[in-house]
């Protein structure tokens, strides 16, 4: 019987097997950020231990930075605290890293790809719940907890159980103003928050074969959202083409390149292999989503009104009504009559040029809404030198977007970027939890194209429709 991508990348990597039926593996690379490493850290120093391999850590300062031209001053004592005993950790055990004014710091999933740090058929981990995002390139990549991040500080192994393995093809091509994001959406709106709980997912199918890597990070960075343990994507020669066009310090070259290219040729799941799981869904059925309550599950089409409390699989009547009381929508209301206050595009799901490139798309000779503030935050200092080559930040500018400096943002609460209570936010991030963006912020989930047109019109709208009025 043939292997699935993940069975193929988990044989090769496990150094035993554990008398409880775990493994354990050997990572090949650890990502490290400011929030999950400092107890770690401190760990090591108690017990008199080193870094088994600090050439293979890497680390970089995104979480708690501010975004704003003053960001190398931190006000907040404890965000402050965070970032600089990074600092100190990575100077006294000897890690790389991309701090706050370094022309490679970003957002660790961002960051990653960029330096060619991510490479199909390795074992990636990170503090993060978000490190599936590296699964895109055909690796094994998942997030873990402080206690393990210092297990693998120490040892470059980590015990894991073995998931299942559930493939998720999407067939067919989407139709126009449809995106990865709305692809991903709908799979969580389809399976649920928890419908891949104790798998990891391999996406497949004629349209995700279709889509730049950028795109696929995008799919693979929300597998967390639907519950799974990580997301991949078969490596193939999209993949091979992202990690050679550009000068990527630590992606192979020369002769190590060709064997590395012959090894990732081998990744993809053999034609006899078998998964636990299966699921299509045709793409070209995919319409732009909206999330209308706290978690990605609870995701519609644009043009579908918010649901009543009874009318929503898999939730009770209990769990809808009281996301609805939170986002302050009432059963029948459509969306695009809702107005904005907030537009939020960045984080770690679409923060990279191409989401920028399609948001300014749609801005480029229009203004945003005057009601509306608007937030562009590029995912690494990187994605934003490319932007300014390109004229994005002026086509940011001229529509009054605020352009910022790469970092977390107002993804999630712990840095200055953050919704006032009972604001409403159009957000191409990955989470729209009670307070992710800030305590009692409302937030609706969405690609970057919605999210500019959203800026432009004060108020979520058919992208479809909306461009061609």
């Not at 017990?47 to 930075?65: C, E, I, K």
């Not at 519950?227 to 083409?241: C, Y």
């Not at 712990?414 to 159009?426: E, I």
């Amino acid at each position: 019987m043939g292997k699935t991508l993940f069975e193929k990348i988990w044989s090769a990597h496990v150094v035993r097997e554990m008398p409880d039926g775990s493994s354990l593996l050997y990572i090949d690379r650890h990502l490290v950020h400011e929030v999950t490493s400092p107890q770690a850290f401190e760990g090591l120093r108690l017990a008199g231990r080193r870094v088994r391999r600090p050439d293979l850590t890497f680390s970089t300062m995104d979480h708690n930075v501010p975004t704003t031209v003053d960001r190398l001053t931190i006000a907040d004592p404890v965000s402050r605290a965070q970032v600089e005993a990074l600092q100190t950790n990575c100077d006294d055990f000897d890690i790389q890293l991309y701090g706050l004014g370094d022309a490679h710091q970003g957002i660790v999933h961002v960051i990653g790809p960029e330096l060619g740090q991510t490479l199909p058929g390795l074992t990636i981990v990170c503090g993060d719940s978000h490190t599936s995002t590296h699964g895109a390139f055909g690796a094994l990549a998942f997030g873990i907890g402080t206690s393990e991040v210092e297990h693998v500080l120490v040892t470059q192994t980590l015990v894991q159980r073995k998931p299942g393995t559930f493939k998720i093809d999407f067939s067919g091509r989407p139709g126009p103003h449809v995106f990865s994001k709305d692809m991903v959406l709908k799979m969580i709106g389809l399976i649920g928050t928890a419908g891949g709980t104790g798998y990891v997912l391999e996406y497949g199918g004629e349209a995700v074969q279709a889509l730049s890597m950028e795109a696929r990070m995008s799919i693979c960075n929300m597998s967390i959202e639907a519950g799974a343990r990580a997301g991949m994507i078969a490596p193939d020669e999209t993949t091979i083409e992202y990690i050679t066009r550009d000068e990527r310090p630590f992606a192979p070259r020369g002769e190590a390149l060709d064997r590395a290219m012959a090894y990732w040729r081998s990744l993809p799941s053999d034609a006899d292999a078998v998964f636990d799981r299966t699921l299509t869904i045709d793409t070209g059925t995919i319409a732009p989503q909206v999330t209308w309550g706290t978690n990605p599950g609870m995701v519609m089409d644009i043009g579908q009104p918010v649901p009543e409390p009874d009318a929503v699989p898999g939730y009770s009547r209990e769990d809808v009504q009281k996301a609805l009381d939170y986002m302050g929508l009432v059963p029948g209301t459509h969306l695009t009559d809702v107005d904005l206050d907030v537009v939020f595009i960045g984080s770690c799901t679409n923060s990279r040029i191409e989401d920028l490139r399609q948001a300014a798309a749609v801005l480029d000779g229009r203004r945003k809404a005057d009601h509306v503030d608007l937030l562009v935050v590029p995912g690494s200092e990187q994605v934003r030198r490319q932007a300014e080559a390109e004229g994005l930040d002026r086509i940011f500018k001229a529509a009054g977007a605020q352009w910022r400096f790469a970092g977390c943002s107002m993804c999630l609460g712990m840095n200055p970027d953050q919704l006032r209570p009972r604001q409403r936010c159009a957000s191409t991030s990955n989470r729209n939890f009670e307070g992710r963006q800030g305590k009692d912020g409302r937030t609706h989930l969405v690609s970057p194209e919605m999210a500019a047109a959203a800026a432009v019109a004060g108020r979520l709208v058919d992208v479809r429709t909306w461009l061609e009025t």
